[in-house]
C-alpha cells in the first residue's frame, strides 16, 4: 500500500473537521519560525555585544570605582533589552520570541499559547462547513474573535512596555 502525501488527505470529513490535520500543517511552520527567529537573534546579540567597547576605567575621574565586570554586564544587559525591545516590535514579538529572548519564558510561553489558539481557530472556522453547522462556526467565530483581541491587546501592551522600559526587564538586568 503506497503512503499518501500530506496534502492530498482532507482537511474535513463527512461531518467534522480535522483539526489535528490543521495542527499537523502549521506546527511545523510555527516551529521553523521560532528556531530561526531565537537563533538569529541570539547570533546578533553575540555579535552586537562583541562590537561594543566598554570605556577604559583609568579615564574615569577618580572618585569612581567601576569594575570592568560590571561594566560587561551593563553592556551585556543594555543589548539584551535593545534587542528584546527589537524584537517585541516584530511579528515574531506577537508569539512571544521577545519574552523567550529575555529569559521571561513563561510569558512567552503564555504569549505563544494564546496566539497559537487563535491561529488554530481561526482555521478551524475556515475549514468548517458553514451550512451543516451554524453553530459551531458561530462558537468558532466568536473564540477566535475574542482569542485575537486578547492577542493582539497582549502583543500591543508588551511592545509598550518594553519600549518605556522600566517595568519589563531581562532577569539578572537590573535598573538602578
Given at each position: 500500500m503506497e503512503a499518501?502525501?500530506?496534502?492530498?488527505?482532507?482537511?474535513?470529513?463527512?461531518?467534522?473537521?480535522?483539526?489535528?490535520?490543521?495542527?499537523?500543517?502549521t506546527y511545523p511552520f510555527l516551529i521553523a519560525f521560532y528556531v530561526t527567529a531565537i537563533v538569529v537573534l541570539?547570533?546578533?546579540g553575540v555579535r552586537a555585544a562583541a562590537k561594543r567597547h566598554v570605556s577604559d576605567p583609568g579615564k574615569l575621574p577618580c572618585n569612581i570605582i567601576v569594575h570592568l565586570q560590571e561594566a560587561y554586564q551593563a553592556l551585556q544587559?543594555?543589548?539584551?533589552?535593545?534587542?528584546?525591545?527589537?524584537?517585541?516590535?516584530?511579528?515574531?514579538?506577537?508569539?512571544?520570541?521577545?519574552?523567550v529572548y529575555a529569559?521571561?519564558?513563561?510569558?512567552?510561553?503564555?504569549?505563544?499559547?494564546?496566539?497559537?489558539?487563535?491561529?488554530?481557530?481561526?482555521?478551524?472556522?475556515?475549514?468548517?462547513?458553514?451550512?451543516?453547522?451554524?453553530?459551531?462556526?458561530?462558537?468558532?467565530?466568536n473564540s477566535a474573535a475574542v482569542l485575537t483581541l486578547v492577542w493582539l491587546?497582549?502583543?500591543?501592551?508588551?511592545?509598550?512596555?518594553?519600549v518605556v522600559g522600566g517595568v519589563y526587564g531581562v532577569p539578572g538586568c537590573f535598573d538602578a
Amino acid at each position: 500500500m503506497e503512503a499518501q502525501p500530506l496534502i492530498a488527505r482532507p482537511l474535513r470529513f463527512r461531518r467534522r473537521i480535522d483539526l489535528w490535520r490543521v495542527w499537523d500543517i502549521t506546527y511545523p511552520f510555527l516551529i521553523a519560525f521560532y528556531v530561526t527567529a531565537i537563533v538569529v537573534l541570539s547570533i546578533s546579540g553575540v555579535r552586537a555585544a562583541a562590537k561594543r567597547h566598554v570605556s577604559d576605567p583609568g579615564k574615569l575621574p577618580c572618585n569612581i570605582i567601576v569594575h570592568l565586570q560590571e561594566a560587561y554586564q551593563a553592556l551585556q544587559c543594555h543589548t539584551q533589552q535593545q534587542t528584546a525591545t527589537l524584537l517585541s516590535l516584530s511579528p515574531a514579538g506577537l508569539l512571544g520570541a521577545d519574552q523567550v529572548y529575555a529569559g521571561n519564558m513563561m510569558l512567552g510561553l503564555g504569549k505563544l499559547l494564546v496566539g497559537t489558539t487563535a491561529l488554530v481557530t481561526w482555521c478551524g472556522f475556515l475549514v468548517i462547513d458553514k451550512r451543516k453547522h451554524p453553530l459551531h462556526a458561530g462558537n468558532l467565530l466568536n473564540s477566535a474573535a475574542v482569542l485575537t483581541l486578547v492577542w493582539l491587546a497582549w502583543g500591543g501592551l508588551d511592545m509598550g512596555l518594553w519600549v518605556v522600559g522600566g517595568v519589563y526587564g531581562v532577569p539578572g538586568c537590573f535598573d538602578a
